[in-house]
């Protein structure tokens, strides 16, 4: 675990696999294509499975490709040491994702038709999450407790910075005709309703078996088993024994984190920054 993160432009970035030089170029003179489909989140909200999902619809339901390639290879992270090179080499449509907040992105994606898929979470959640992954990988900061990674979150100083920022930022691409707006709870609530929709905003038209088996093999219980997905081939010395990016995969484990106080004090942060916002944007207001 290291003693602190790997700063670039002001932010907080994982210490593996991050180098300023690969961030300094992938953020500026990287070109998004417009056959290319880009996926962003802020980390831990879902980012994985709605990869899985973009995988199994690109393959039409064909399980052959997420169970032999690493997740991190299909849809590789623009800002990685590795995803960048590895996007860099690849040739026709890519499938790409990041984390990064929008003033950062290579500006090349605001005059490109590429598709973009952004996918939000409850932050309560994500800070849950987020406690739970960063604390059991060697990615990034040790962290000591919830209580100080709580502080932490409210402050923006974890990896990718501040939730609020985030999504504040890439809201401002959401009347956008090739940005599609998606949330984990969505997600939860009604998952074929929501892969059709993902279909449909990528033209891709699946026959209702192929639908039925992007659902299946993208359920969190297949997920969970498949090793090329859950992040268990990390190396031991980044992960510990009984980590499993798959943790709980529900909405509102916060319940079960937070005090009466966290709560308190988080709706009053979330009140602050989010008050020019209409309400019924997010699933869990
Ligand atoms: P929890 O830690 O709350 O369980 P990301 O991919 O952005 O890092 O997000 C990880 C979160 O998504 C984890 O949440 C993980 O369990 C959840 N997740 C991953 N695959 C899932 C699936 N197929 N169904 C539901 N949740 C899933």
């Avoid at 209580?147 to 939730?163: A, D, L, R």
């Avoid at 039925?212 to 268990?232: A, E, G, P, R, T």
């Avoid at 009053?268 to 309400?279: G, N, R």
Wanted: glycine share 4%; proline share 5%; hydrophobic share 40%.
């Amino acid at each position: 675990m290291a003693d602190d993160y790997m700063w670039f432009e002001g932010l907080p970035f994982p210490v593996f696999g991050f180098s300023s030089e690969v961030m300094k170029e992938a953020c500026s003179t990287f070109v998004i294509k417009d056959e290319d489909t880009v996926m962003v989140a802020y980390p831990k909200s879902g980012t994985n499975w709605l990869m899985e999902i973009l995988c199994l619809i690109h393959s039409k339901g064909d399980t052959k490709w997420i169970q032999s390639v690493p997740i991190w290879d299909r849809s590789p992270c623009l800002e990685t040491d590795v995803g960048y090179k590895c996007l860099n080499e690849s040739e026709g449509p890519r499938l790409l994702m990041s984390h990064l907040p929008i003033h950062l992105f290579p500006k090349s994606l605001f005059t490109s038709k590429a598709k973009v898929l952004y996918i939000m979470r409850n932050p309560k959640d994500v800070l849950v999450s987020g406690y739970y992954f960063w604390s059991m990988t060697k990615l990034s900061k040790k962290i000591e407790s919830l209580e100080q990674y709580f502080k932490w979150f409210i402050q923006g100083n974890v990896p990718y910075g501040s939730w609020f920022e985030h999504i504040r930022g890439w809201m401002s691409m959401r009347d956008r005709k090739n940005f599609l707006l998606l949330s984990y709870e969505e997600l939860q609530k009604d998952p074929r309703s929501t892969i059709e929709k993902i279909c449909q905003f990528l033209g891709k038209k699946l026959n209702p078996e192929e639908l039925d088996s992007v659902l299946k093999n993208s359920s969190f219980h297949i997920m969970k088993q498949n090793k090329m997905s859950n992040f268990k081939i990390l190396p031991e010395t980044l992960i510990s024994k009984h980590f499993s990016l798959t943790r709980k995969g529900i909405c509102g484990d916060w319940k079960n984190h937070f005090t009466v106080a966290q709560a308190e004090a988080f709706h009053k942060v979330y009140q602050e920054k989010m008050a020019d916002f209409p309400k019924d944007l997010f699933p869990w207001e």
